[in-house]
């Protein structure tokens, strides 16, 4: 059973980082995509970066000179560095795995990130 439990999120002011993790169990993951989506109040969840195994990295335009996507395939773990932080920012941040072949994939909870002074 796939499990993936997110940390990291809080309250930041507007320029400010926060980093979330993802602890991700219950399966060898060098064979998933690793990622990080968000969903902002009334809006669709949306990519906000992904990241394979072998470290390839894609980014939604509206972050990628601002977050920073890594893992650690040793620990089951990926990380989202986000730096300069704006109020369009605030949104429930998802880890997700999904499979390199068969393309399933898994969820995490949630953690809620909020941008305001």
């Known amino acids: 059973q796939v499990q993936l439990v997110e940390s990291g999120g809080g309250l930041v002011q507007p320029g400010g980082s926060l980093r979330l993790s993802c602890a991700a169990s219950g399966s060898s993951f060098n064979i998933y995509t690793m990622g990080w989506y968000r969903q902002a109040p009334g809006k669709q969840r949306e990519l906000v970066a992904t990241i394979t195994s072998g470290g390839s990295t894609n980014y939604a335009d509206s972050v990628s000179s601002r977050f920073t996507i890594s893992r650690d395939n040793a620990k089951n773990k990926v990380y989202l560095q986000m730096n300069n932080l704006k109020p369009e920012d605030t949104a429930v941040y998802y880890c997700?795995?999904?499979?390199?072949?068969?393309?399933?994939?898994?969820w995490g909870q949630g953690t809620q990130v909020t941008v305001s002074s």
């Open positions: 997700n795995v999904e499979h390199i072949i068969y393309k399933y994939d898994y």
